[in-house]
C-alpha cells in the first residue's frame, strides 16, 4: 500500500482542491497543500524548503501560504510568505494549526486540512483581499512527493 497515495481520496483531494479555489475567490493571497511520506528535518525547515521548491515566494504580493504535511512523521506545518506573516500575528498561525491538529488527531485528515484553508484565507482575505486584477498565480492541485 503507497501511504502517500492513500492518503487522501481521489473525492477528499478534489474537495480540498475546490476549498482552494473559493477560498481564493476572496483574496489575492495563494494557498497550497504540500503531502510527503516523511522527512528527515524539522517540520518547519521543511515547509519553509518545500515552499521555496513550489516557488511560492513568486507571487506578487509574497502573500502565499503552504500547508505542508509529513504523513508518516505525524507531523505538519504552516508556513506563510513574508507579505502575510509580517502582518498577522503569532497567534493567528499557532490558532490555525491547532484546529487542523485538533481534526487530524481525530482522523479526519481531509477536514483538517479545509479547515485550516478556510483559516488561512479569512487573515489573507483580510489582508489581502481579492481585486479585479487578481489573477491565480499558483496551481491549487495538492503536490506530493520529495522536491
Known amino acids: 500500500m503507497n501511504i502517500l497515495e492513500n492518503f487522501l481520496s481521489a473525492d477528499e483531494e478534489q474537495e480540498i482542491v475546490s476549498a482552494i479555489h473559493m477560498a481564493e475567490k476572496n483574496t489575492s493571497g495563494e494557498i497550497r497543500v504540500h503531502i510527503e511520506k516523511n522527512t528527515d528535518e524539522p517540520i518547519d525547515v ?3 524548503h518545500v515552499f ?3 516557488k511560492m515566494d513568486n507571487t506578487k504580493l509574497e502573500n502565499g501560504v503552504l500547508i505542508y504535511i509529513a504523513i508518516e512523521n505525524k507531523k505538519f506545518g504552516i508556513y506563510g510568505d513574508k507579505g502575510i506573516h509580517k502582518i498577522v500575528t503569532h497567534s493567528f498561525w499557532d490558532n490555525t494549526r491547532d484546529v487542523m491538529q ?3 488527531e481525530a482522523g479526519a485528515f481531509k ?4 479547515e485550516g484553508i478556510k483559516n488561512a484565507s479569512e487573515a489573507l482575505k483580510k489582508h489581502f483581499p481579492w481585486d479585479v486584477n487578481d489573477r ?9 512527493g520529495k522536491l
Not at 477536514?111 to 479545509?114: K, L, N, Q, Y
Open 46 to 48: 521543511r515547509a519553509k
Open 52 to 54: 521555496h521548491a513550489l
Open 102 to 104: 485538533e481534526y487530524f
Open 111 to 114: 477536514t483538517g486540512i479545509i
Open 136 to 144: 491565480d498565480e499558483l496551481s491549487n492541485e495538492i503536490s506530493k
